[in-house]
């Protein structure tokens, strides 16, 4: 009996889209492989690439020990044609890709995009489960950009629309996809409420001398002009180096520790923030199969010891507490598994 019952309800996949350009090959693999650790539903890779990264991908990917869990579909990088140039000059090669997922992936109706500078510490599934958390008007999820308004950059700087108080960041968007396209949103060009497809161009066409931070700021123009479409989850969701290197200013990581790390400004790839490069090595040189206490969780607390010097180092706690939680859960479900 259980056997039919999987065949006709395979389980849900969660689909999970990233967009690589440059030198990020490698980051987009530890990205990759933190998702793959923890995660418990299968989980289905949107990878945009540049042609030339192609062929790197699939070696790495077809090397992965993917128990039957995780499928990746690479796609081209491919912006509408009468715009594409003006697209790819948008704040980073490649970046404003992900304002067009919900039009090129036409038959996914949910989709996680997350920057090639995140590393999950607990499973995909857990962001995932916000979807059901969303109400009937809400079509994406995003963090805010910052927490305290004195460090802010929107509250201070921004020359156009956003959203609340500080903005938000578009590094992690978790997305209703469905209806996003079938969505009519509210703007400042016209009376009348446009699509998603019809009010990308406009937006940048008005903006485009105003904004710095590229497709984030015209999705902070998006949801200014329509509150009610987004639901915001907590900063632990996409903890950035802003969050501590002034001073720990993200409650809920303190209390919770981090669940999704976001190593904007280069830092897994630097001397700044040793905390932030400590993570993404150990999970860059974590092998598959391992035990994840002694080859993961152990050394990686040992190398953040070292980091209390710096003010993220003084709270190096809040980059284990999660991550000790999920590989304990991990080794329990295994157990049950056997």
Known sequence: ????????????????????????????VTMLRSAIIFSIKPLQFHIFAEDQLHE????????FPYE????????????????????????KPCASQRLFLPLILKNVDS?????????????????????????????AAMAP????????????????????????????MLMNM????????????TPVRLQWGEILMPLLKKYKLNITWGDQDLLNIMFFHNPESLYVFPCQWNYRPDHCIY????????????????????????????????????????????????????????ELQKTTHTYCGKVYKVFIKQLTKSVRDLSVRRAKGR
Request: glycine share 6%; aromatic share 14%; charged share 25%.
């Open 178 to 189: 469905t209806r996003i396209r079938r969505k009519y949103f509210k703007n400042d060009m």
């Open 247 to 302: 001073g720990s200013n993200c409650k809920e990581a303190e209390e919770e520790g981090i669940f999704i790390l976001h190593g904007n400004r280069g830092v897994y790839h630097d001397d700044k923030q040793p905390t932030f490069r400590a993570v993404y090595e150990a999970i860059k040189n974590y092998s598959f199969g391992d035990d994840l206490f002694h080859s993961l969780l152990q050394p990686l607390e040992l």
């Open 1 to 28: 009996i259980r056997y039919s019952y999987m065949k006709t309800h395979p389980p849900e996949k969660m689909h999970l889209a990233v967009v690589a350009c440059g030198e990020r090959l490698e980051e987009t």
């Open 145 to 172: 950009e910052h927490e305290e308004p004195r460090i802010g950059w929107y509250n201070r700087f921004a020359r156009h629309p956003y959203y609340g108080a500080t903005g938000v960041n578009s590094g992690v």
């Open 56 to 63: 790197s991908f699939k070696d790495i990917l077809d090397n």
């Open 111 to 139: 989709l996680l995009y997350v920057d090639t500078d995140i590393l999950f510490l607990r499973p995909v599934d857990d962001i995932w489960s916000f979807l059901g958390k969303f109400n009937s008007t809400q079509v």
């Open 68 to 91: 039957g869990r995780v499928n990746y579909t690479l796609y081209p990088i491919t912006f509408p044609n009468e715009s594409a140039a003006e697209w790819k000059k948008l704040f």
